[in-house]
């Protein structure tokens, strides 16, 4: 990989080249998080806006020569990103404003945002020749490892909390994972996984521990960029100066993965000159799952702060000790974002209102980020004449029991009718009165 200059711990500042450690900076047990330095001379010699132009491979290998993979590892065949970048006039013009995109990642092949990290787990896993491949989640990283996995045929081991949703679970299952059903929370099936992986050898896919993760979920930032450019320069998009950033960008934030994604794939663009400034990151977090947001209004050192007891309707960003916070706050800090807390009433009323103003089925999780979005207009966090994008990180089907909640919440029945048109004549009246 000589296109990666090193490894360096967001603690200490060391610096270590690739193969010296496996995951962390040793001189922090765990916590010792590792960002990924590029050589941007040698990236650029291997891609560019005009390149991929005449790239027609619309996944995240598109941008192969910004990964931290070796250049002839082969990669899993499943179809992860390039997820769709819809307008929605609608749901902007509710709010008062002109430009809201929702990204849609409840698109990619396990429905989750989550392919983009594990796709990245399964090529790193095989270049170092692992056996086995593990992780912790709260259902969705889960469900992305074992399907990235069955794609080409990997074994695994997968720690979820028992409380996870039972599509997540059907989802794992139905891959052929071997399943720890944790009689726990998150945090504690996170500790078992580690435990377990140490003991036994295992590649460690953990979020916020595992450096590469980062890496892959930070595609979807290069995308919005480039999807942004070709809506609104049409071919002119496809010109090297033609990707775009936008003003705004919202995100639900757990273990703050994400978020420190979506950050590093902007300061990439940056760094290389495809995109001209870096846009506000909104990250937006569950009241009952607050660490992050709390952190911030308070100025509170993430590393030190104790972690909460967190408890959601969002299954997937409740975390009470956020893994990857040391990104998750430069995130927010370093490019004058902010935080947002919405109670769980608003994300479930974010289900529908989303659904309803742009065709975008979310779960409670990726729903918040657009509740997140409802909140940032009362706090007049952002202008009417800025460009939004909304990042839905996960698919409604993923969680029918609380779209059922939600609908219910917002008042919205079906009508029961026997199998017979009198009845339904009955209920056409009825709601023409
Ligand atoms: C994991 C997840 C998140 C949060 O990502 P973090 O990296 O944990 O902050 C948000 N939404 C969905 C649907 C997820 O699966
Ligand atoms: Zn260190």
Redo the contacts with the bound molecule.
Sequence with gaps: MNHVKHLKCLICGKEYQPDEIDYVCPDHGNEGIVDVVYDYDVVARNISPDSLKDNDDFTIWRYRPLLPIEPDSPVPPLAVGWTPMYEAPRLAEGLGLKHVWVKDDGRNPTA???DRASAIAVVKAQEKGAEIITTAS????AAALSGLCASVEQPNVIFVPKSAPPAKIAQLLTFGSTVMLVDGTYDDAFELCLEAADEFGWYNRN?GFNPYMSEG?KTVSFEICEQLGLALNGDAGRQSNGWQAPDVIFV????????GGVHKGLRDLLALGWIDKMPRIIGVQAAGSNFMAEAWENGEDVLTKAPISADTVAD??S?GL?R?RIK?MAAVTETDGAYVTVSDDEILAAIPALARGSGVFA?P??A?AYAGLVKAVELGLVSADERIVVIN??NGL?DVASAMTAVKLVGTEPYNVKPSLEEVKKVVASLQE
């Design positions: 989750s945002f989550k709260t259902g969705n990283a979020t979920k639900s934030v757990g273990d703050g993965c994400i978020i997937s960003i975390a956020p990857d998750a779960e999780a990726g918040t990180t996960g993923k």
